[in-house]
């Protein structure tokens, strides 16, 4: 039976690099943008590999295919919210959600990364030097910083927040891998302490969570880091510098009005 066309399929959801399909019972494709995507689907695969193999959540990969060319990803499929909308819903549950953040993240970053996925120092080198809004001498010193730290070999999501994990019928599982790196677990979690502190929250966000993230945002982030610093020992002396590399790099993502927050968190850092 031939594979059916982009154009034939029932989208569910789609992101800057891939779209995301029904595919039969319980299952979806996540369908790359680019056609000479592979070798990124690729590696996609690998790292959810890595992570259900040494019992991280995650949903279960059915098979790697191609649709008009585009390499795609037939994966579980999860009905049910992301934390996010849990938090949404339910605000007295910011503990329970901050712990199972914790938890899940540090169980994710004990995994050794499949030599297969790119290396995290030289992503974040790549996202800061193409960061055009970022100031010359910020990125000096940013690049400066990176250069002293440690190349690692654990498993990192590149990306790990509320909204990346679906509440599904086995429990929250961990989704939307494309930015997988293997490097050191302390620069994968001070990114996430970062996007907690300073992110912007994303369009579409309930209006609950816009509402009181400033009363319960330091309450979370404490109980986040407590969660996960129980299960994983942290290079305390690498998390600042790690913190500079993160906010030069979230420049490339064109967030505007995250610019101050992280050009400050570099300066001060510039004058500690």
């Not at 991280?56 to 098979?63: F, G, I, K, M, Q």
């Not at 499949?114 to 974040?124: D, I, K």
């Not at 002396?237 to 101050?260: D, L, T």
Request: net charge positive; proline share 7%.
């Amino acid at each position: 039976m031939d594979t059916p066309r982009p154009a034939a399929l029932h989208p569910i959801g789609e992101g800057r690099e891939a779209e995301i399909f029904e595919w039969g019972d319980g299952q979806i494709l996540r369908l790359v943008r680019d056609p000479d995507g592979q070798d990124r689907a690729e590696r996609q695969a690998a790292a959810m590999t890595a992570a259900w193999k040494s019992g991280v959540p995650v949903p279960n990969l059915r098979a790697r295919i191609q649709v008009d060319g585009r390499p795609g990803i037939v994966m579980e499929r999860v009905d049910g919210p992301s934390l996010m909308r849990v938090l949404a819903r339910s605000p007295w549950r910011l503990f329970s959600v901050a712990r199972t953040l914790g938890v899940v993240h540090a169980r994710l970053n004990s995994v050794v990364a499949p030599a297969v996925l790119p290396g995290q120092r030289t992503f974040l080198r790549e996202r800061i030097e193409m960061a055009e809004a970022l100031p010359a001498r910020l990125a000096r010193f940013s690049l400066g910083v990176l250069e002293a730290l440690p190349e690692g070999n654990r498993l990192c999501h590149g990306d790990f927040h509320v909204s990346n994990l679906l509440v599904g019928s086995r429990g929250p599982m961990v989704i939307d891998w494309a930015l997988a790196a293997r490097g050191d677990p302390a620069a994968d979690f001070a990114r996430s302490v970062l996007l907690i502190r300073i992110g912007e929250v994303p369009p579409g966000t309930p209006r609950m969570i816009r509402m009181g993230r400033r009363f319960g945002q330091g309450v979370f982030l404490r109980a986040y880091e407590r969660s996960y610093r129980r299960l994983r020992r942290v290079d305390e002396g690498a998390m600042p510098r790690w913190e500079i590399v993160n906010a030069a790099a979230r420049f490339a993502e064109g967030i505007e009005s995250e610019y101050r927050a992280l050009a400050r968190l570099i300066e001060s850092r510039m004058r500690s």
